[in-house]
């Protein structure tokens, strides 16, 4: 239905799902991402149980504010040749970006996307 | 996870978005 009402721009479909093991049928439908607030729910309580303090850090990471630490996906096109060429591997991509390290906007390199997956804190 | 490929993107955290 959403993309019927809005064939010219083509909108990108979040869909929430109260239970995920939907997931695939509502992709099937024409969702391009799921979210579950019940997933996240249980799981941010499981991991603060587990370590104390580890709400805030999603807490911070959720608030979209200026001057706020969030997640970034930087795609090809905004990425040096080099990490390419080079063959990089996690570690040495960590080390080229630490020296780049600048305090208007310093960044930490966490994982890398490839296709539909997200990889975060990759092991060699 | 060997290396960085064509086509793959980067996960990081910043405060805006980032200049690699």
Redesign the interface.
Same mark, same amino acid.
């Given at each position: 239905a959403i993309d019927k009402l809005a064939k010219k721009t083509k909108p990108y479909i979040i869909a929430e799902l109260m239970d995920r093991s939907n997931k695939e049928l509502t992709e099937g439908a024409g969702a391009n991402e799921v979210v579950s607030a019940g997933f996240y729910r249980t799981g941010i309580m499981l991991q603060s149980a587990l370590y104390h303090g580890m709400s805030h850090i999603f807490h911070e990471l959720l608030q979209y504010e200026?001057? #706020?630490?969030?997640? =970034?996906?930087?795609?090809?096109k905004?990425?040096?040749q080099e =990490?390419?060429d080079e063959?990089?591997? =996690?570690q040495?991509?960590a080390r080229k970006?630490n020296e #780049?390290r600048k305090a208007p906007?310093?960044?930490?390199? *966490?994982?890398? #996307?490839?296709?539909d997956q *997200? *990889?975060?804190n990759?092991?060699? | 996870f060997d290396h960085i490929k064509k086509g793959d993107a980067l996960v990081v955290l910043a405060e805006k978005f980032p200049k690699l």
């Open positions: 200026q001057n #706020k630490t969030s997640v =970034f996906i930087v795609t090809e905004n990425i040096p =990490f390419y063959k990089l591997t =996690f040495d991509a970006i #780049k906007n310093p960044v930490i390199l *966490i994982g890398v #996307k490839r296709g *997200i *990889i975060l990759p092991h060699s | -």
